[in-house]
Structure formats: C-alpha cells, structure tokens
C-alpha cells in the first residue's frame, strides 16, 4: 500500500462569479520514503492541491475524489483525527517562512508547540527536542531565544523546517520552500530538505514552479497545468526529456538548479495560463501549445501511457507510444 494515494482529487472554489475548478481529476500515489515533485506555473493548482491533502482549504473550497494517507481517507476523517494527524503524520513547509512564524513568540516556543499540542513531550523533553532539531537544520542551539525577525530568511525557513520534523512526521509537504531565498541560500535549504528526508525516511511533496529544483530533489515528478497532472514520470526522465510540450518548455525554463538567469516565463510559450473559469475546449493547453494540431481544440486527453512509467496528456506522446508499441 502506497502511503499517499490520490484518487480523483479535485477542489472548486465558490467564488460570486461562480465556481472556480483550481484542481480537476489528479490521481498520484506516494511510495513511503519517496519523494514526488509538482510543477506548473502560477495558478495550476499546486497549492490549492497541497493544502487539499491536509484540509487546509478555505471554506469555500470544496474537495472530491480520495486521499489516502496510509489508507485511511483524509476527506472523510472527523475533526479529532485530522487535528491528530496534520504535524504528527504530515506537516507542510510553506512558501516565504516570514508569513508561516509568529513574529513576537521566541523561535523555540514555535518549535516546541506542536510536540507540546501532540502531547508528545513534556516541556523540558520538548527543549531538548528543539535544540536537537535546530542542531539538524544547522542552527546553533542559542537561537531558539531568538524573535523570527533576528534571523535571516533562509535561516527562517530552516525553522520552518525544524517545525516540520518536530512530531517526526512520516510526510512532509514542501510548498515552493525556496522561493523567497536568494540563490546561494535556496541552494543550501534544498540540499538541506533533501538529506533530512533521506537519512530519516521521510517521503516527501514538493511544489515548485522550477523543475529543475524538483528534478534535483525529487524521484518522481508530477506536472501540473490548468489544474490537471499533464505529465508524470521519473523525475530526471521528464526533466531531460519531457514527452508533453508544457513540461518540455518549463524545462528549458529552468535548465539548471537556481540558475538567475533563467528564472523567468517558460521560453517559446506566449500568452498566459488560462482563467480555470473560462478554460480552452479540448486540451487546455492548445491555445499556447507550438505543436497543437486541430484536433488538439476537440479531444479532452487524459493521462496517457508515454514509456514505462511514465503518463502523459498530449496526442504527440500518445501517437508515440503507439508507434513505439
Ligand atoms: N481562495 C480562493 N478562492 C478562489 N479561487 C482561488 C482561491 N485560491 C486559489 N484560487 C484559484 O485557484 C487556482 C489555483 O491556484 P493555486 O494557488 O492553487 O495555484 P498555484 O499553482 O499554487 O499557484 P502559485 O504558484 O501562484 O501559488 C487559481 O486560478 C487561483 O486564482
């Protein structure tokens, strides 16, 4: 049994103009101590995705489909349970640490509560838990009586980390955690994510609109556009030699790990994402898509066999396969 496993997931927003479907149909699994990659622009859904598996959603948000973590469905869990669960079995590290700390709590306090919330530690255990964790996110043990506005932004984010591992997750979900970080720092952070998930078994989410970020960090990779997965593989597999043109564009986006100069819009793409209220007719992809056919405005393609282990929602990558077949 996968420890995560998507089946079907999708999120409507209600909105007063109506209703905004941010993530249509993702199925993805999750193998225990593996890690997954999402990539898309801004506005596929990564987010709204992320914060799905842990029912951090708005109200307004309604979610279909299954969410299994280690078999037990997230969206159908009681309060109790899904309170128990988020730090315990899953914590997430968000975007920009500067928004995810409270500014006027000492950093250790922040650390320390939700192994004090869990019930996990008494109070001077949890101290000792927290010199610990700043230890392994490569803080000195002082820091903990330190305000978040004392530190850096990497070494904030490096406290989001801690937090993240204090109640020893079996999951963590990473939403764009170095995206605010300047490059030298971005590098370290990511190297840092990397071995605390391998030397403690962690699997491991992470969202990034750089694929070559996810590429580094990640086995597998999931690419996301308009809300839905567009391509899924090995992740240095689609990195190199990506089968749908979407994911063949961001990866000539983003060549190498932080490179500064390419960190701008996907080459070759023109326009902008789609309005996910007002979305092309066929794949929703055509309208910016440089090998689109006519028919490309007509069929709705759905992930499709495009090598051994790998999907994807193009008809090249299906005419592909079936000459390779
Ligand atoms: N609270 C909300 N109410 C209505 N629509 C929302 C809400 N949050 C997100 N959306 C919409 O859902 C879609 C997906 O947004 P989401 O933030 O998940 O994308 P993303 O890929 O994570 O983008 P980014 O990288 O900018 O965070 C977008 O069209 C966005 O405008």
New binding site residues.
Partial sequence: MSLLELDDVS?T???ASGE????RGVSLKLEAGAALGVA????????????ALLRL??K??KIGGRILLDGEDVLTMKWGRMRAVRWAEASIVF?GAQHGLNPVRRIGDQIAEPLLVHNLAKPDAARERVAELLDAVGLPAWRARSYPHELSGGQRQRVMIAMALACSPRLIIA??PT?ALDVMVQAQVLSLIKDLVAERGISLIM?S?DLSVLADVCDQLAV?YA?RVVEHGPSHEVFHDAKHPYSRALAAAFPTVGDPVSRMAPKGLGGD?P???DLPSGCAFHPRCPVARDTCAELDVRLWPAGPGRTAACVHARAEEEVGS
């Fill in positions: 999120v927003y209600r909105i905004v479907p941010a993530v898309g622009e801004s506005g596929s859904g990564k987010s709204t995705l992320a914060m959603l708005p307004d948000a975007q939403d764009e995206t969202i609109h996301m809300g994402p309005d996910p209220m």
